[in-house]
Protein backbone atom coordinates (compact mmCIF):
# COMPACT_ATOMS: atom_id res chain seq x y z
CA UNK A 1 0.00 0.00 0.00
CA UNK A 2 1.01 3.52 -0.71
CA UNK A 3 0.07 6.41 1.49
CA UNK A 4 -2.65 7.52 -1.37
CA UNK A 5 -3.82 4.85 -3.41
CA UNK A 6 -4.08 1.41 -3.87
CA UNK A 7 -4.71 -0.76 -6.65
CA UNK A 8 -6.25 -4.20 -4.53
CA UNK A 9 -5.93 -6.88 -8.06
CA UNK A 10 -3.21 -6.45 -10.45
CA UNK A 11 -6.38 -6.99 -12.87
CA UNK A 12 -8.07 -4.74 -11.38
CA UNK A 13 -8.84 -1.01 -13.88
CA UNK A 14 -9.57 1.08 -10.91
CA UNK A 15 -8.03 2.84 -8.43
CA UNK A 16 -8.85 3.05 -4.66
CA UNK A 17 -8.25 6.44 -2.61
CA UNK A 18 -7.06 6.01 0.87
CA UNK A 19 -6.99 9.79 1.41
CA UNK A 20 -9.23 12.52 0.25
CA UNK A 21 -7.33 13.33 -2.90
CA UNK A 22 -7.98 16.87 -4.50
CA UNK A 23 -8.79 17.23 -8.23
CA UNK A 24 -5.50 17.56 -10.84
CA UNK A 25 -3.95 15.77 -8.48
CA UNK A 26 -0.73 13.63 -10.40
CA UNK A 27 -0.43 10.25 -9.14
CA UNK A 28 2.67 8.05 -10.27
CA UNK A 29 2.28 4.50 -9.74
CA UNK A 30 4.06 1.71 -11.52
CA UNK A 31 5.50 3.95 -13.89
CA UNK A 32 2.42 5.48 -15.08
CA UNK A 33 0.94 8.98 -13.97
CA UNK A 34 -2.76 9.31 -13.63
CA UNK A 35 -4.32 12.92 -13.21
CA UNK A 36 -7.92 13.40 -11.07
CA UNK A 37 -10.51 15.18 -13.07
CA UNK A 38 -12.29 15.87 -10.04
CA UNK A 39 -12.12 15.46 -6.22
CA UNK A 40 -11.98 11.82 -5.15
CA UNK A 41 -12.88 11.12 -1.50
CA UNK A 42 -11.18 8.78 0.40
CA UNK A 43 -12.64 5.04 0.03
CA UNK A 44 -13.67 6.10 -3.80
CA UNK A 45 -12.50 4.83 -7.23
CA UNK A 46 -11.04 6.39 -10.37
CA UNK A 47 -10.55 5.00 -13.47
CA UNK A 48 -6.99 4.35 -14.38
CA UNK A 49 -8.03 4.33 -18.09
CA UNK A 50 -10.07 6.18 -20.76
CA UNK A 51 -13.41 3.87 -21.01
CA UNK A 52 -15.73 3.60 -23.20
CA UNK A 53 -20.07 3.00 -22.54
CA UNK A 54 -20.14 -0.87 -22.25
CA UNK A 55 -16.84 -1.17 -20.79
CA UNK A 56 -15.96 -4.00 -18.19
CA UNK A 57 -14.72 -2.79 -14.51
CA UNK A 58 -12.68 -4.86 -12.75
CA UNK A 59 -12.16 -4.76 -8.88
CA UNK A 60 -10.30 -7.33 -6.33
CA UNK A 61 -10.18 -9.42 -10.08
CA UNK A 62 -13.37 -9.41 -10.26
CA UNK A 63 -16.27 -7.73 -12.74
CA UNK A 64 -18.16 -5.32 -10.97
CA UNK A 65 -19.83 -3.11 -12.84
CA UNK A 66 -20.02 -1.82 -16.40
CA UNK A 67 -19.17 1.98 -17.78
CA UNK A 68 -22.61 3.88 -18.63
CA UNK A 69 -20.98 6.04 -20.78
CA UNK A 70 -17.49 7.86 -22.53
CA UNK A 71 -15.48 8.72 -19.62
CA UNK A 72 -11.34 9.94 -19.33
CA UNK A 73 -8.85 8.16 -17.08
CA UNK A 74 -8.80 10.07 -13.49
CA UNK A 75 -12.98 10.12 -13.50
CA UNK A 76 -13.98 9.19 -10.28
CA UNK A 77 -16.26 6.19 -10.05
CA UNK A 78 -20.26 7.11 -9.38
CA UNK A 79 -23.91 5.48 -9.71
CA UNK A 80 -24.16 8.03 -12.71
CA UNK A 81 -21.30 6.53 -14.88
CA UNK A 82 -21.28 2.65 -13.48
CA UNK A 83 -23.82 -0.20 -12.87
CA UNK A 84 -23.46 -3.21 -11.51
CA UNK A 85 -22.63 -6.14 -13.53
CA UNK A 86 -21.01 -10.19 -12.32
CA UNK A 87 -20.20 -12.98 -14.22
CA UNK A 88 -22.60 -16.19 -14.47
CA UNK A 89 -21.62 -18.97 -12.19
CA UNK A 90 -21.47 -22.64 -12.81
CA UNK A 91 -20.18 -25.59 -11.42
CA UNK A 92 -16.67 -26.51 -13.25
CA UNK A 93 -14.28 -29.19 -11.77
CA UNK A 94 -11.61 -27.44 -10.10
CA UNK A 95 -8.57 -28.70 -8.31
CA UNK A 96 -8.66 -25.93 -5.69
CA UNK A 97 -5.25 -25.23 -3.85
CA UNK A 98 -4.70 -22.99 -1.40
CA UNK A 99 -1.61 -21.84 1.27
CA UNK A 100 -2.59 -22.61 4.54
CA UNK A 101 -1.56 -19.83 7.00
CA UNK A 102 1.21 -20.30 9.73
CA UNK A 103 -0.69 -21.48 12.71
CA UNK A 104 2.17 -22.10 15.28
CA UNK A 105 1.56 -19.09 17.61
CA UNK A 106 -2.01 -20.77 18.16
CA UNK A 107 -1.38 -24.42 18.42
CA UNK A 108 -1.61 -24.87 21.92
CA UNK A 109 -3.64 -21.96 22.84
CA UNK A 110 -7.16 -22.81 24.90
CA UNK A 111 -9.99 -20.97 25.93
CA UNK A 112 -12.03 -21.23 29.18
CA UNK A 113 -15.73 -21.86 27.95
CA UNK A 114 -18.86 -23.71 29.21
CA UNK A 115 -18.81 -27.73 28.33
CA UNK A 116 -21.96 -28.85 27.16
CA UNK A 117 -23.08 -32.86 27.77
CA UNK A 118 -23.27 -33.36 23.66
CA UNK A 119 -19.36 -32.38 23.80
CA UNK A 120 -20.81 -28.41 22.00
CA UNK A 121 -18.49 -25.98 24.38
CA UNK A 122 -20.29 -22.14 24.91
CA UNK A 123 -18.48 -18.72 25.31
CA UNK A 124 -21.45 -17.83 27.55
CA UNK A 125 -23.65 -18.85 30.11
CA UNK A 126 -27.02 -17.95 29.41
CA UNK A 127 -30.31 -18.26 30.59
CA UNK A 128 -33.36 -18.21 27.42
CA UNK A 129 -37.11 -16.93 27.69
CA UNK A 130 -38.92 -17.97 24.32
CA UNK A 131 -42.52 -17.11 23.56
CA UNK A 132 -43.97 -19.37 20.78
CA UNK A 133 -46.45 -16.84 19.71
CA UNK A 134 -45.83 -12.46 20.06
CA UNK A 135 -49.27 -12.64 22.11
CA UNK A 136 -46.75 -13.57 24.91
CA UNK A 137 -44.11 -10.60 24.16
CA UNK A 138 -45.67 -8.21 26.98
CA UNK A 139 -45.38 -11.16 29.89
CA UNK A 140 -42.11 -11.59 28.91
CA UNK A 141 -41.32 -7.85 29.30
CA UNK A 142 -43.02 -8.11 32.63
CA UNK A 143 -40.95 -11.20 33.40
CA UNK A 144 -37.47 -9.11 32.03
CA UNK A 145 -38.15 -5.65 33.92
CA UNK A 146 -38.86 -8.34 37.21
CA UNK A 147 -35.59 -10.30 36.85
CA UNK A 148 -33.17 -7.38 35.48
CA UNK A 149 -32.58 -4.61 37.87
CA UNK A 150 -32.72 -7.64 40.40
CA UNK A 151 -30.55 -9.95 39.23
CA UNK A 152 -28.03 -7.37 38.46
CA UNK A 153 -28.10 -7.72 34.75
CA UNK A 154 -29.43 -4.10 34.10
CA UNK A 155 -27.59 -1.08 32.44
CA UNK A 156 -29.47 1.55 32.23
CA UNK A 157 -29.88 2.91 35.71
CA UNK A 158 -28.11 6.10 34.51
CA UNK A 159 -30.77 6.83 32.61
CA UNK A 160 -33.26 6.11 35.49
CA UNK A 161 -30.96 9.04 37.81
CA UNK A 162 -30.96 10.73 34.61
CA UNK A 163 -34.82 10.94 34.07
CA UNK A 164 -35.39 11.15 37.61
CA UNK A 165 -33.37 14.37 37.71
CA UNK A 166 -35.06 16.04 34.86
CA UNK A 167 -38.45 15.15 36.13
CA UNK A 168 -37.99 16.66 39.21
CA UNK A 169 -37.09 19.79 37.93
CA UNK A 170 -39.80 20.12 35.74
CA UNK A 171 -41.80 19.71 38.94
CA UNK A 172 -39.69 22.52 40.77
CA UNK A 173 -40.64 24.39 37.60
CA UNK A 174 -36.94 25.29 36.84
CA UNK A 175 -35.90 25.89 33.11
CA UNK A 176 -34.49 22.31 32.13
CA UNK A 177 -32.36 24.48 29.53
CA UNK A 178 -30.69 26.45 32.53
CA UNK A 179 -29.80 23.50 34.41
CA UNK A 180 -26.11 21.59 34.37
CA UNK A 181 -26.56 17.42 34.66
CA UNK A 182 -23.94 15.55 35.94
CA UNK A 183 -23.47 12.25 34.44
CA UNK A 184 -24.59 9.62 36.61
CA UNK A 185 -21.68 7.69 38.42
CA UNK A 186 -24.27 5.13 39.93
CA UNK A 187 -22.16 1.54 40.56
CA UNK A 188 -23.70 -0.81 38.79
CA UNK A 189 -25.27 -4.42 40.64
CA UNK A 190 -23.51 -7.28 41.32
CA UNK A 191 -24.87 -10.06 39.57
CA UNK A 192 -27.01 -12.68 41.39
CA UNK A 193 -25.46 -15.27 39.98
CA UNK A 194 -21.86 -15.20 38.87
CA UNK A 195 -21.95 -17.69 36.58
CA UNK A 196 -24.46 -16.64 34.54
CA UNK A 197 -23.51 -13.93 31.81
CA UNK A 198 -27.18 -13.08 31.64
CA UNK A 199 -30.75 -13.88 31.10
CA UNK A 200 -31.90 -13.29 27.45
CA UNK A 201 -35.66 -12.76 25.65
CA UNK A 202 -36.33 -13.75 22.35
CA UNK A 203 -39.17 -10.91 21.61
CA UNK A 204 -40.70 -11.48 18.12
CA UNK A 205 -43.79 -11.16 15.86
CA UNK A 206 -43.99 -14.54 14.75
CA UNK A 207 -46.00 -17.86 15.85
CA UNK A 208 -49.63 -17.40 14.82
CA UNK A 209 -51.06 -15.60 11.36
CA UNK A 210 -48.45 -15.37 8.41
CA UNK A 211 -47.91 -18.35 6.44
CA UNK A 212 -47.89 -21.75 7.77
CA UNK A 213 -44.23 -21.86 6.44
CA UNK A 214 -43.23 -18.49 8.26
CA UNK A 215 -44.74 -20.11 12.10
CA UNK A 216 -42.47 -23.45 10.51
CA UNK A 217 -39.33 -21.41 9.73
CA UNK A 218 -39.78 -19.70 13.15
CA UNK A 219 -40.25 -23.07 15.24
CA UNK A 220 -36.80 -24.39 13.41
CA UNK A 221 -34.59 -20.80 14.62
CA UNK A 222 -36.15 -21.06 18.11
CA UNK A 223 -35.39 -24.80 18.57
CA UNK A 224 -31.46 -23.56 17.29
CA UNK A 225 -31.22 -21.40 19.89
CA UNK A 226 -32.67 -23.56 22.45
CA UNK A 227 -30.17 -26.15 21.48
CA UNK A 228 -26.87 -23.19 21.07
CA UNK A 229 -23.94 -24.04 23.40
CA UNK A 230 -24.21 -20.59 24.90
CA UNK A 231 -27.90 -21.28 26.37
CA UNK A 232 -27.92 -23.33 29.55
CA UNK A 233 -31.40 -23.23 30.53
CA UNK A 234 -34.69 -22.28 28.92
CA UNK A 235 -38.51 -20.72 29.96
CA UNK A 236 -40.46 -21.63 27.03
CA UNK A 237 -44.07 -19.03 27.18
CA UNK A 238 -47.14 -20.24 25.02
CA UNK A 239 -50.76 -18.71 24.37
CA UNK A 240 -52.35 -22.32 23.62
CA UNK A 241 -54.01 -21.25 20.16
CA UNK A 242 -51.46 -20.61 18.13
CA UNK A 243 -50.12 -22.16 15.09
CA UNK A 244 -46.84 -22.37 16.62
CA UNK A 245 -47.60 -25.26 19.27
CA UNK A 246 -45.59 -26.63 21.48
CA UNK A 247 -45.48 -29.77 20.57
CA UNK A 248 -44.13 -28.67 17.24
CA UNK A 249 -41.16 -26.58 18.87
CA UNK A 250 -40.69 -29.95 21.16
CA UNK A 251 -40.58 -31.97 17.70
CA UNK A 252 -37.89 -29.31 16.37
CA UNK A 253 -35.71 -29.32 18.87
CA UNK A 254 -35.71 -32.90 18.95
CA UNK A 255 -35.27 -33.27 15.80
CA UNK A 256 -32.14 -31.32 16.00
CA UNK A 257 -30.64 -32.56 19.10
CA UNK A 258 -32.46 -35.71 20.18
CA UNK A 259 -30.07 -35.52 23.75
CA UNK A 260 -31.22 -32.15 24.33
CA UNK A 261 -31.01 -32.08 28.42
CA UNK A 262 -31.42 -28.93 29.67
CA UNK A 263 -33.81 -27.43 31.58
CA UNK A 264 -37.08 -26.55 30.15
CA UNK A 265 -39.75 -24.75 31.59
CA UNK A 266 -42.68 -24.51 29.41
CA UNK A 267 -45.80 -22.00 30.70
CA UNK A 268 -48.78 -22.29 28.74
CA UNK A 269 -51.41 -19.23 29.29
CA UNK A 270 -54.74 -20.24 28.51
CA UNK A 271 -54.24 -23.42 30.62
CA UNK A 272 -53.14 -21.31 33.42
CA UNK A 273 -55.45 -20.06 36.29
CA UNK A 274 -54.84 -16.09 35.63
CA UNK A 275 -52.04 -14.53 33.92
CA UNK A 276 -50.34 -13.78 37.22
CA UNK A 277 -50.17 -17.25 38.29
CA UNK A 278 -47.90 -17.97 35.30
CA UNK A 279 -45.73 -15.24 35.76
CA UNK A 280 -45.67 -16.02 39.06
CA UNK A 281 -44.59 -19.45 38.74
CA UNK A 282 -42.48 -18.76 35.17
CA UNK A 283 -40.30 -16.80 37.74
CA UNK A 284 -39.91 -19.00 40.56
CA UNK A 285 -39.24 -21.86 38.66
CA UNK A 286 -36.68 -20.01 36.56
CA UNK A 287 -34.71 -18.87 39.61
CA UNK A 288 -34.72 -22.23 40.53
CA UNK A 289 -32.98 -23.12 36.74
CA UNK A 290 -30.29 -19.72 37.38
CA UNK A 291 -29.25 -21.70 40.52
CA UNK A 292 -28.83 -25.02 39.11
CA UNK A 293 -27.13 -23.68 36.02
CA UNK A 294 -24.87 -21.03 37.89
CA UNK A 295 -22.81 -24.47 39.11
CA UNK A 296 -21.40 -24.70 35.78
CA UNK A 297 -17.60 -23.33 35.45
CA UNK A 298 -15.54 -22.26 32.65
CA UNK A 299 -13.22 -24.90 31.80
CA UNK A 300 -10.01 -24.88 29.40
CA UNK A 301 -11.18 -25.99 25.81
CA UNK A 302 -9.24 -26.23 22.30
CA UNK A 303 -9.78 -23.59 19.62
CA UNK A 304 -11.20 -26.31 17.74
CA UNK A 305 -14.68 -26.03 19.79
CA UNK A 306 -15.29 -22.25 18.47
CA UNK A 307 -17.40 -21.64 16.18
CA UNK A 308 -17.36 -18.30 14.69
CA UNK A 309 -19.59 -16.45 12.61
CA UNK A 310 -17.87 -13.11 10.12
CA UNK A 311 -20.24 -10.45 9.28
CA UNK A 312 -20.19 -6.66 7.74
CA UNK A 313 -22.58 -4.63 8.19
CA UNK A 314 -22.58 0.14 7.91
CA UNK A 315 -19.84 -1.60 4.79
CA UNK A 316 -17.47 1.66 3.70
CA UNK A 317 -14.85 1.51 1.16
CA UNK A 318 -12.17 0.66 3.35
CA UNK A 319 -13.80 -2.90 4.46
CA UNK A 320 -12.85 -4.96 1.97
CA UNK A 321 -9.38 -3.93 2.12
CA UNK A 322 -8.82 -3.64 6.23
CA UNK A 323 -11.20 -5.00 8.14
CA UNK A 324 -12.56 -8.28 5.89
CA UNK A 325 -9.11 -9.20 4.45
CA UNK A 326 -8.05 -9.52 8.32
CA UNK A 327 -10.80 -11.48 9.39
CA UNK A 328 -10.74 -13.47 6.79
CA UNK A 329 -6.85 -14.81 7.23
CA UNK A 330 -8.45 -15.08 11.58
CA UNK A 331 -10.91 -17.36 9.52
CA UNK A 332 -8.09 -19.54 7.47
CA UNK A 333 -6.03 -20.28 10.70
CA UNK A 334 -9.21 -21.44 12.62
CA UNK A 335 -10.01 -23.59 9.16
CA UNK A 336 -6.58 -25.35 9.87
CA UNK A 337 -7.06 -25.61 13.42
CA UNK A 338 -10.23 -27.33 13.27
CA UNK A 339 -12.73 -24.97 14.11
CA UNK A 340 -15.61 -23.54 12.40
CA UNK A 341 -16.35 -20.63 10.42
CA UNK A 342 -19.84 -19.17 9.20
CA UNK A 343 -19.78 -16.81 6.10
CA UNK A 344 -23.56 -15.88 5.42
CA UNK A 345 -25.56 -12.27 3.55
CA UNK A 346 -26.44 -14.42 0.36
CA UNK A 347 -27.07 -10.84 -1.65
CA UNK A 348 -23.63 -9.68 -0.69
CA UNK A 349 -21.83 -12.88 -2.26
CA UNK A 350 -23.34 -11.40 -5.47
CA UNK A 351 -20.40 -11.21 -8.35
CA UNK A 352 -18.00 -13.87 -5.68
CA UNK A 353 -19.90 -16.87 -6.66
CA UNK A 354 -17.63 -18.32 -8.65
CA UNK A 355 -14.78 -18.13 -6.36
CA UNK A 356 -16.54 -19.75 -3.47
CA UNK A 357 -18.26 -22.73 -6.20
CA UNK A 358 -14.66 -22.85 -7.02
CA UNK A 359 -13.60 -23.65 -3.27
CA UNK A 360 -16.32 -26.62 -2.54
CA UNK A 361 -14.97 -29.70 -1.78
CA UNK A 362 -17.09 -31.43 -3.95
CA UNK A 363 -19.99 -31.13 -6.30
CA UNK A 364 -23.13 -31.41 -3.95
CA UNK A 365 -21.66 -28.53 -1.94
CA UNK A 366 -21.38 -26.47 -4.73
CA UNK A 367 -24.31 -27.16 -6.32
CA UNK A 368 -26.48 -26.66 -3.36
CA UNK A 369 -24.75 -23.11 -2.88
CA UNK A 370 -25.55 -22.65 -6.44
CA UNK A 371 -29.39 -23.65 -6.29
CA UNK A 372 -29.84 -21.30 -2.50
CA UNK A 373 -27.76 -18.27 -4.62
CA UNK A 374 -30.50 -18.87 -7.64
CA UNK A 375 -33.68 -19.42 -5.93
CA UNK A 376 -33.34 -16.36 -3.63
CA UNK A 377 -32.21 -13.96 -6.32
CA UNK A 378 -35.25 -15.37 -8.70
CA UNK A 379 -37.69 -14.51 -5.88
CA UNK A 380 -35.99 -11.14 -5.25
CA UNK A 381 -36.88 -10.75 -9.12
CA UNK A 382 -40.28 -12.04 -8.73
CA UNK A 383 -40.72 -9.18 -6.59
CA UNK A 384 -39.09 -6.17 -8.86
CA UNK A 385 -35.83 -6.19 -6.74
CA UNK A 386 -32.75 -7.89 -7.09
CA UNK A 387 -29.00 -8.29 -5.57
CA UNK A 388 -27.79 -5.75 -7.39
CA UNK A 389 -30.32 -2.82 -4.71
CA UNK A 390 -28.44 -4.26 -2.18
CA UNK A 391 -26.52 -1.44 -1.37
CA UNK A 392 -27.63 1.05 1.01
CA UNK A 393 -27.48 4.68 0.54
CA UNK A 394 -24.59 4.94 3.56
CA UNK A 395 -22.83 2.01 1.51
CA UNK A 396 -22.62 4.13 -1.88
CA UNK A 397 -21.90 7.39 -0.10
CA UNK A 398 -18.52 5.66 1.14
CA UNK A 399 -17.52 4.11 -2.46
CA UNK A 400 -19.25 1.16 -2.28
CA UNK A 401 -21.27 1.62 -5.72
CA UNK A 402 -22.25 -1.58 -6.95
CA UNK A 403 -24.06 -4.74 -5.40
CA UNK A 404 -20.47 -6.63 -6.95
CA UNK A 405 -18.07 -3.94 -5.23
CA UNK A 406 -19.65 -4.75 -1.80
CA UNK A 407 -19.98 -8.41 -2.65
CA UNK A 408 -15.99 -8.74 -3.56
CA UNK A 409 -14.67 -6.97 -0.88
CA UNK A 410 -17.68 -8.99 1.90
CA UNK A 411 -16.52 -11.99 0.79
CA UNK A 412 -13.15 -11.30 2.47
CA UNK A 413 -14.16 -12.38 5.45
CA UNK A 414 -14.80 -15.77 4.33
CA UNK A 415 -10.13 -15.89 3.62
CA UNK A 416 -9.30 -18.07 1.37
CA UNK A 417 -9.77 -22.09 2.93
CA UNK A 418 -12.51 -24.76 1.00
CA UNK A 419 -15.65 -24.36 1.60
CA UNK A 420 -16.66 -27.52 3.57
CA UNK A 421 -20.50 -27.26 3.75
CA UNK A 422 -23.34 -25.10 2.36
CA UNK A 423 -26.47 -24.58 5.45
CA UNK A 424 -29.93 -23.59 4.36
CA UNK A 425 -31.26 -21.14 7.42
CA UNK A 426 -31.20 -22.99 10.62
CA UNK A 427 -29.07 -25.93 9.99
CA UNK A 428 -26.51 -26.50 11.87
CA UNK A 429 -23.00 -26.46 11.53
CA UNK A 430 -21.39 -29.37 11.66
CA UNK A 431 -17.74 -29.82 9.82
CA UNK A 432 -14.91 -28.19 10.75
CA UNK A 433 -14.25 -25.23 8.79
CA UNK A 434 -15.70 -23.13 6.04
CA UNK A 435 -19.35 -22.89 5.87
CA UNK A 436 -21.28 -20.84 3.57
CA UNK A 437 -25.01 -20.19 5.93
CA UNK A 438 -28.41 -18.61 3.64
CA UNK A 439 -29.28 -15.58 5.45
CA UNK A 440 -30.12 -12.02 4.30
CA UNK A 441 -27.58 -9.38 4.29
CA UNK A 442 -30.01 -7.39 6.64
CA UNK A 443 -27.39 -7.03 9.78
CA UNK A 444 -29.75 -8.41 12.42
CA UNK A 445 -31.69 -11.23 10.36
CA UNK A 446 -27.68 -12.11 9.13
CA UNK A 447 -26.63 -12.27 12.95
CA UNK A 448 -29.59 -13.89 14.21
CA UNK A 449 -29.31 -16.78 11.24
CA UNK A 450 -25.44 -17.18 11.93
CA UNK A 451 -26.38 -18.05 16.12
CA UNK A 452 -28.90 -20.11 14.71
CA UNK A 453 -26.65 -22.31 12.92
CA UNK A 454 -24.27 -22.46 16.42
CA UNK A 455 -22.01 -19.60 16.20
CA UNK A 456 -20.56 -18.86 19.71
CA UNK A 457 -19.06 -15.69 18.29
CA UNK A 458 -19.43 -13.24 15.81
CA UNK A 459 -16.84 -11.18 13.67
CA UNK A 460 -19.01 -8.08 12.57
CA UNK A 461 -16.63 -5.44 10.74
CA UNK A 462 -18.48 -2.52 10.22
CA UNK A 463 -17.09 0.78 8.18
CA UNK A 464 -19.51 3.35 9.14
CA UNK A 465 -21.06 2.03 12.69
CA UNK A 466 -23.81 -0.54 14.20
CA UNK A 467 -24.47 -1.38 17.36
CA UNK A 468 -25.78 -4.72 16.69
CA UNK A 469 -25.74 -7.36 18.80
CA UNK A 470 -26.78 -10.72 19.07
CA UNK A 471 -28.92 -12.11 22.48
CA UNK A 472 -26.75 -15.43 22.67
CA UNK A 473 -24.19 -14.73 20.84
CA UNK A 474 -21.15 -12.18 21.31
CA UNK A 475 -20.68 -9.86 18.95
CA UNK A 476 -17.23 -7.97 18.49
CA UNK A 477 -17.35 -5.22 16.35
CA UNK A 478 -14.37 -4.09 14.22
CA UNK A 479 -13.90 -0.69 12.42
CA UNK A 480 -12.49 -0.35 9.07
CA UNK A 481 -11.29 2.72 9.98
CA UNK A 482 -9.63 4.73 12.77
CA UNK A 483 -11.87 7.40 12.61
CA UNK A 484 -14.85 5.41 12.91
CA UNK A 485 -13.27 3.95 15.55
CA UNK A 486 -12.62 6.61 17.67
CA UNK A 487 -15.58 8.35 17.16
CA UNK A 488 -17.82 5.51 17.98
CA UNK A 489 -15.75 4.03 20.53
CA UNK A 490 -18.70 3.11 22.86
CA UNK A 491 -19.60 0.47 20.32
CA UNK A 492 -16.37 -0.12 18.58
CA UNK A 493 -14.07 -3.07 19.89
CA UNK A 494 -11.27 -3.47 17.46
CA UNK A 495 -9.42 -0.72 15.07
CA UNK A 496 -8.16 -2.45 11.69
CA UNK A 497 -7.18 1.13 10.59
CA UNK A 498 -3.75 0.38 10.99
CA UNK A 499 -4.02 -1.66 7.57
CA UNK A 500 -4.85 1.44 5.66
CA UNK A 501 -2.13 3.19 7.04
CA UNK A 502 0.49 0.31 6.42
CA UNK A 503 1.57 0.04 10.00
CA UNK A 504 0.36 -3.62 9.90
CA UNK A 505 0.14 -6.20 7.66
CA UNK A 506 -3.52 -8.20 6.93
CA UNK A 507 -2.14 -11.28 9.02
CA UNK A 508 -0.93 -9.39 11.85
CA UNK A 509 -3.99 -7.73 12.17
CA UNK A 510 -6.21 -10.61 11.89
CA UNK A 511 -3.91 -12.48 14.70
CA UNK A 512 -4.16 -9.56 16.68
CA UNK A 513 -8.30 -10.43 16.34
CA UNK A 514 -8.09 -13.79 17.22
CA UNK A 515 -6.32 -12.97 20.63
CA UNK A 516 -9.43 -10.53 21.05
CA UNK A 517 -11.89 -13.46 20.33
CA UNK A 518 -9.79 -16.03 22.58
CA UNK A 519 -10.02 -13.12 25.55
CA UNK A 520 -13.40 -12.86 24.62
CA UNK A 521 -14.64 -16.60 24.67
CA UNK A 522 -13.08 -17.02 27.87
CA UNK A 523 -14.76 -14.22 29.80
CA UNK A 524 -11.76 -11.86 29.94
CA UNK A 525 -13.55 -9.19 27.89
CA UNK A 526 -16.55 -8.15 27.38
CA UNK A 527 -17.77 -7.02 23.84
CA UNK A 528 -19.66 -3.46 23.99
CA UNK A 529 -22.48 -4.62 21.94
CA UNK A 530 -22.83 -7.66 24.96
CA UNK A 531 -21.69 -4.36 27.95
CA UNK A 532 -24.99 -2.75 26.20
CA UNK A 533 -27.13 -5.47 25.95
CA UNK A 534 -28.37 -5.10 22.54
CA UNK A 535 -29.95 -8.15 21.86
CA UNK A 536 -31.08 -7.82 18.42
CA UNK A 537 -33.31 -10.72 17.02
CA UNK A 538 -35.57 -10.68 13.61
CA UNK A 539 -36.68 -13.94 12.50
CA UNK A 540 -36.27 -14.47 8.11
CA UNK A 541 -39.62 -14.87 7.19
CA UNK A 542 -38.02 -16.12 3.57
CA UNK A 543 -39.56 -13.54 1.74
CA UNK A 544 -37.52 -10.77 -0.50
CA UNK A 545 -34.84 -9.29 2.49
CA UNK A 546 -31.50 -8.11 0.97
Known amino acids: MSNLILKINPKDNVLVALQDIPAETEIVFEGNTYTTL ?52 YYRDVDYQWTKPDVSRFLHKTFKGYHRSNGDVGTANYWLFIPTVFCENRNLDIIKESLYDSLGYAIDAKYKDYTQQLVEAISKGDNLDELDFSPSNIPAKERVFKNV ?14 TRQDSDSLSKLLAAYADHPNVAGVTLL ?24 KPLLVFEQQKAVSEETMIKNAIFETLKGLQEINTIEREDAPISKLCVGVKCGGSDGFSGISANPAVGHLADILSVLGAKVLLAEFPELCGAEQELIDRAVDQPTAEKFIRLMTEYDELAHAVGSGFYMNPSPGNIKDGLITDAIKSAGA ?60 PVCPVIKVATNTVLATKMSDIIDIDTGAVVRGEKTIQEMGEDILDFCIDVASGNIIPKAVALNQDDFIPWKRGVSL
Open 411 to 470: AKKGGSSPVVDVLDYTEPATKPGLSLVCTPGNDVEATTGKAASGATLILFTTGLGTPTGN
Open 197 to 210: DGIKFLNHTGGCGG
Open 38 to 89: EAIPAKHKFFMNDMKQGDEIFMYGVLVGKVQYDLASGTRMTVDNTKHAADPF
Open 238 to 261: SLGCQHLQIDNFKRDLYNRNPDFD
